[in-house]
T-cell receptor, first 115, second 116 residues
Framework: DAEITQSPRHKITETGRQVTLACHQT?????MFWYRQDLGHGLRLIHY???????NKGEVSDGYSVSRSNTEDLPLTLESAASSQTSVYFC??????????????FGPGTRLTVL | AQTVTQSQPEMSVQEAETVTLSCTYD???????LFWYKQPPSRQMILVIR??????QNATENRFSVNFQKAAKSFSLKISDSQLGDTAMYFC?????????????FGDGTTLTVKP
């Protein structure tokens, strides 16, 4: 069955370190997204991609970067981790056409703690 | 920019009863999708129901239905015959079409607890 996976599921790091969160999907979706979820907030969009070599900034992109070298993967990099980036990170993918019609399929999330 | 508001941070309902979760949104667009997603305590978020703005008929999926009021920019979710497995956080989401395909704006969520 197709799926979307994230690794690691839990990560503790120190302020100033570079961290990369992996996202891999086997849906063959063109669209991929990274969100963060903080207590008391919904999901806020960090970066997104509509295809290979395409990346775009979302509403909370400062301090994050992504690259898309193939259809399946969209790794999220925190250039220099800050305590404000402690959060749960969700990756999602979607396709415009039949049968999902833009439904987003979410990964299980990565809980990141920056000390 | 679009905004999505869920005015009920927490709700509870007795098993087998009906509950309605509220969602309002602000947009000047005419062509868009609206979604309700469910996030159980296990955290994997899944789609509950989807509504295309051009459709006047309210979407229904088994025990889940929506009341879509386009003029009022309201999109509420009704859960009938509530079950313990419905306990979750529910997010309302807006997606503009066609240029922002797949990019959604989410509300802050409503935590629903179904009590036995």
């Amino acid at each position: 069955d197709a799926e979307i996976t994230q690794s690691p599921r839990h990560k503790i790091t120190e302020t100033g370190r570079q961290v990369t969160l992996a996202c891999h999907q086997t849906w063959n979706h063109n669209n991929m997204f990274w969100y963060r979820q903080d207590l008391g907030h919904g999901l806020r969009l960090i970066h997104y991609s509509y295809g290979v070599q395409d990346t775009n900034k979302g509403e909370v992109s400062d301090g994050y970067s992504v690259s898309r070298s193939n259809t399946e993967d969209l790794p999220l990099t925190l250039e220099s981790a800050a305590s404000s980036q402690t959060s749960v990170y969700f990756c999602a993918s979607s396709s415009r056409g039949f049968p999902s019609y833009n439904e987003q399929f979410f990964g299980p999330g990565t809980r990141l703690t920056v000390l | 920019a679009q905004t999505v508001t869920q005015s009920q941070p927490e709700m509870s309902v007795q098993e087998a009863e009906t509950v309605t979760l509220s969602c309002t949104y602000d947009t000047s667009e005419n062509n868009y999708y609206l979604f309700w997603y469910k996030q159980p305590p296990s955290r994997q978020m899944i789609l509950v129901i989807r509504q295309e703005a051009y459709k006047q008929q309210n979407a229904t999926e088994n025990r889940f239905s929506v009341n879509f009021q386009k003029a009022a920019k309201s999109f509420s979710l009704k859960i009938s015959d509530s079950q313990l497995g419905d306990t979750a956080m529910y997010f309302c989401a807006f997606m503009k079409l066609p240029t922002n395909a797949g990019k959604s704006t989410f509300g802050d969520g409503t935590t629903l607890t179904v009590k036995p």
